[in-house]
């Protein structure tokens, strides 16, 4: 068969250079390919392994298994439904992140800033040099106040500027950056204060406006109606439904509906790796070497590059994104668990990912 020349051009492709006509091509044969091997793929042993699942989810439970723009898999009880509000906790974290992420988007900080720029007090008490990356990659070095008790009872603060005051005077256990301790209400929440600060709006507002509205994340809200000071590590309260907008986003590279809600710049720091396990000082994931990175853990790397993050809620919930083989795995149980099922979600996602054809590892 003849090769074309490189100033050679078909006709019937509009006259574009053989080149480029051959590139398409490859293209579409390569899409061709996806997109049989998505439609060939066996659910069969993954909602069967999900179905035996109930007794250890305790009954009503959400499970979504989507691309950034269809749905492969979802099962819900009857009373409990992709529609149905449960509060988000720990998971909340990947949200306020990308709030953050946000306004760096918008020119109105750098993630790279020390949160003295905005809070002054924090440098009276030798904290000066944690930055906001810092805080949304549990590297702020602070020693947290509930020592290991992650879920302990949260004190009950007016405001976030209040909480924040009492977070400052607390001791410093290492250097900033030096380790991952993963601790909810320190770093997150400090990033929360200043991202009030910087935009003079209150986070639930402020949150609402830059992110959850753009998504149209209609049923999630930091509010708390109690009247409790709003908690940017664990106070989302949210939807399968909504969640899911969310995570599309991050996995579409910043993208929902062709509307950008934050660039691909912004994305790809949001889910670069900043304290691989060999840093993680302390992890709730017992028996998982997980690494960490804004709001998220990473759970699979590649060359030193992000394949996949999770964000467990700590009680049953899961979320994560597998970044090259392009899908997302979501489970909020409709009660509150003893602890995050972390083995019973690697099972789960083990068996996805043999339905997909790739050099993911």
Known sequence: MRMCSKTESLSFFGGFPCTNVISGMIFLLMLQYSLLAQAQADWTAVKSKMGANTKELEGDFIFMLATKDSMLLQMEGQTFTAKSQ???????????????????????LSIDDPIQKYLPAFGQYFKGYITIRHCLSQ?????????????????????????VNDLMKLTIRNKPGKECWFSPAVGINIAG???EVVTKKKFDVLI?????????????????????AIDPSS???????????FLRMLLNKGKLNQDIILSETA??????????????????????????AHGAWVSSLQDGQTLSLAAPGMQGSWSQIDLCRGYIYLVFPKNKLKDHKAELHAEMIDLINRQFATNCH
Not at 235 to 245: H, I, M, S, V
Not at 271 to 291: C, D, E, H, N, R
């Open 86 to 108: 449960t509060p988000l906790l720990l998971s909340s974290q990947w949200l306020t992140a990308a709030l953050l992420f946000k306004l760096a988007d918008e020119g109105k």
């Open 267 to 292: 994305i790809n720091d949001l889910l670069t790796i900043q304290a691989p396990f060999s840093k993680v000082a302390y992890s709730p994931l017992k028996g998982q070497a997980f690494g960490y």
């Open 139 to 163: 590297m702020t070095g602070i020693e947290p106040k509930e020592s290991l008790r992650i879920m302990a009872p949260r004190k009950k603060y007016n405001s976030l500027e209040e909480e």
């Open 193 to 195: 204060r200043v991202a």
């Open 208 to 228: 609402k406006s830059k992110l959850l509205t753009p998504l149209g994340m209609r049923r999630t809200s930091f509010t708390d109606l109690s009247g409790a």
């Open 235 to 245: 106070g989302a309260q949210t939807t399968a439904e909504d969640y899911l907008k």
